[in-house]
């Protein structure tokens, strides 16, 4: 039971336009959220998160959106650059259970075209 | 921002053999730490939740007595893979959370190691 979904296994996007990498959970008692980004035979590299009480989050050419009746959240890069060519992961947990582990979603592999 | 090392970033080992992973969290107190195994091509799996002076507790799935953890430290989570066989040929990945800081946190990531075993 996939409890954090990304349906996109994959996204292209000419340079300098916007990327939209989507994310679903299933979860209601997730009320953290983040994005990383992972290269191969890298560990992931953190972006950006989003706690439950705002629906926004902005940083630089990163913005993140969460909607908590859809359980919907999403990760918008604008301007596009080819270096963000990657897998990015969308991840949850919940604060109020033990230990705070983050589950993964399976990743959306982004190729940004010059 | 916090910085997690993982060592071995690759190990290559015979079938039968055991291979142990360190993870450490470098300038905070990591109290637990969690263990990623990445198949190819697919997400990065929750194999188990470190804390520091218990036992680890595990996911559904996964072998305690195949991937053995232990956290003897604050700084320190080891997992250990006990008579490696080719199919635990992986990518695993610890990251940790500085819980102490409060408040919902970022996980930092350790930058993974490759096991392969022949």
């Known amino acids: 039971d996939q409890q954090v979904k990304q349906n996109s296994p994959s996204l292209s996007v000419q340079e300098g336009r916007i990327s939209i990498l989507n994310c679903d959970y299933t979860n209601s008692m997730f009320d953290y959220f983040l994005w990383y980004k992972k290269y191969p035979a890298e560990g992931p590299t953190f972006l950006i998160s989003i706690s439950s009480i705002k629906d926004k989050n902005e940083d630089g050419r990163f913005t993140v959106f969460l909607n908590k009746s859809a359980k919907h959240l999403s990760l918008h890069i604008v301007p596009s650059q080819p270096g963000d060519s990657a897998v990015y992961f969308c991840a949850a947990s919940a604060s109020k259970t033990s230990y705070d582990k983050v589950i993964f979603g399976p990743g959306t592999s982004l190729s940004v075209i010059p | 921002g916090a910085v997690v090392s993982q060592h071995p970033s690759r190990v290559i080992c015979k079938s039968g053999t055991s291979v142990k992973i360190e993870c450490r969290s470098l300038?905070?107190?990591?109290?637990?730490m969690f263990w990623y195994r990445q198949f190819p091509k697919k997400s990065l799996m929750l194999m188990a939740t470190?804390?520091?002076?218990?036992?680890?507790?595990?996911e559904q799935g996964v072998e305690k007595d195949k991937f053995l953890i232990n956290h003897a430290s604050l700084t320190l989570s080891t997992l250990t893979v006990t008579s490696a066989h080719p199919e635990d040929s992986s990518f695993y990945i610890c990251?940790?959370?500085?819980?102490?800081?409060?408040?919902?946190?970022?996980?930092?990531f350790g930058q993974g190691t490759r096991l392969t075993v022949v």
């Open positions: 300038d905070f107190q990591a109290t637990t």
């Open positions: 990251s940790a959370r500085d819980l102490l800081r409060g408040g919902n946190t970022e996980a930092f």
């Open positions: 470190s804390n520091e002076g218990s036992k680890a507790t595990y």
